[in-house]
């Protein structure tokens, strides 16, 4: 069973929105605090968004500050990752990965145990 399921990317024009979901099942996401990732092509994969399980506490990367916003819903086991005002430089595979053992947000990779297949995002000038 995969863990954790992405969905929602696609090709947009700079300036567009997406909205990313990934969807997990009870043991992977319950009590979990959620995080998106994204790699570039020839880039290290890199921090974008996390969320506490409560949804109190939130982190983002300077680069989408302002433009996009994480959240979630508990009773679908699902987080959201809303991308508004797309630059080209956002374009990447987008991973949502679970970390079941913080206390608080984490941006580093090896936090996360859980990670979905990824979803694609180009976005276009």
């Known amino acids: 069973q995969v863990p954790l399921v992405e969905s929602g990317g696609g090709s947009v024009q700079a300036g567009d929105s997406l909205r990313l979901s990934c969807a997990g099942s009870?043991?992977?996401?319950?009590?979990?605090?959620m995080g998106w990732f994204r790699q570039a092509p020839g880039k290290e994969r890199e921090f974008v968004a996390a969320?506490?399980?409560?949804?109190?506490?939130?982190k983002y990367a300077d680069s989408v500050k302002g433009r996009f916003t994480i959240s979630k819903d508990n009773a679908k086991n699902t987080v959201y990752l809303q991308m508004n005002s797309l630059k080209p430089e956002d374009t990447a595979v987008y991973y949502c990965?679970?970390?079941?053992?913080?206390?608080?947000?984490?941006?580093?990779?090896?936090?996360?145990?859980?990670w979905g297949q990824g979803t694609q995002v180009t976005v276009s000038s």
């Open positions: 969320i506490s399980w409560s949804g109190g506490s939130t």
């Open positions: 009870g043991r992977t996401f319950s009590g979990s605090i």
């Open positions: 990965a679970a970390d079941p053992r913080s206390t608080r947000v984490r941006d580093t990779e090896y936090a996360y145990d859980y």
